[in-house]
């Protein structure tokens, strides 16, 4: 069965929506706040997110759990339809829908992201000597070594590879692995890759996987 983790404060939406869900099959899991998120996430493929919700807001939520589990998919669910407020959504979510919503278009953007996700369940990425099961969090030497990453390493990694061939710049990658605002000057971020270039590069001192584009930042290319 798929599994859905809900989080909503509203009690009438989260009972109309997890009500539908559960009768299109789905497993719901729901919270009315997302202190317990992590707890509650189980094996749910698929987060929906209240953008307003008291305490933690669903901003600060799906930037959490996407940089422990990156490779869950968050729908965030928001009353504001600002420009600004879409694209932060979308700086870490997978989707967003503006309130009101029809559980018509809800359950169908659910459904495109389990597709997704069951797509990328046999998806490996070839990387020059590398086999990466993004699905499965195995990284794997040609040789059948498998390579071992901290978790800080591999949230940096994911990152970049969930962005190929596009150059991220040092802010994008701290504060997308980090949560915080990037201070210049900061070498957090290079000794983290300087050691995750140490554990999948062939020849860190050239690398071919983790490239660095001078004075811009790094990329994955595929």
């Known amino acids: 069965m798929k599994e859905i983790l809900y989080i909503e404060d509203d009690m009438e939406i989260g009972s109309i929506v997890k009500e539908d869900l559960e009768q299109r099959g789905y497993l719901v899991r729901w919270l009315i706040s997302g ?5 509650a996430l189980g094996d749910a ?4 997110l209240d953008v307003m919700l008291p305490g933690l807001d669903g901003f600060t939520v799906g930037q959490r759990l996407k940089r422990t589990h990156p490779n869950i998919s968050i729908l965030m669910l ?8 879409k694209l932060q959504g979308l700086h870490f979510a997978d989707d967003y829908v503006t309130k009101p919503f029809h559980p018509e278009e809800l359950a169908a953007r659910i ?3 389990f597709r997704r996700n069951q797509h990328a369940v046999s998806k490996e990425i070839q990387l ?18 498998e390579i071992f990453l901290t978790a ?4 940096i990694f994911m990152h970049l590879l969930r962005h190929p061939n596009q150059i991220l710049t ?11 605002s990037y201070i210049e000057g900061d070498k957090t971020l290079m000794v983290h890759i300087r050691y995750l270039r140490e554990k999948i590069e ?3 001192s050239v690398p071919r996987i983790v490239e660095t584009i001078r004075g811009i930042g790094y990329r994955v290319k595929q």
């Open 35 to 39: 202190e317990k998120a992590e707890e």
């Open 45 to 48: 493929e698929v987060v929906i």
């Open 78 to 85: 928001s009353a504001r339809t600002a420009v600004d407020d």
């Open 111 to 113: 459904e495109v992201l």
């Open 128 to 145: 020059d000597h590398l086999t990466v099961n993004t699905r499965e969090n195995r990284i794997l030497k040609k040789t059948g070594e």
């Open 152 to 155: 800080k390493q591999h949230q």
């Open 170 to 180: 040092k802010e994008q990658l701290y504060e997308a692995v980090w949560g915080e």
């Open 202 to 204: 062939e020849n860190p």
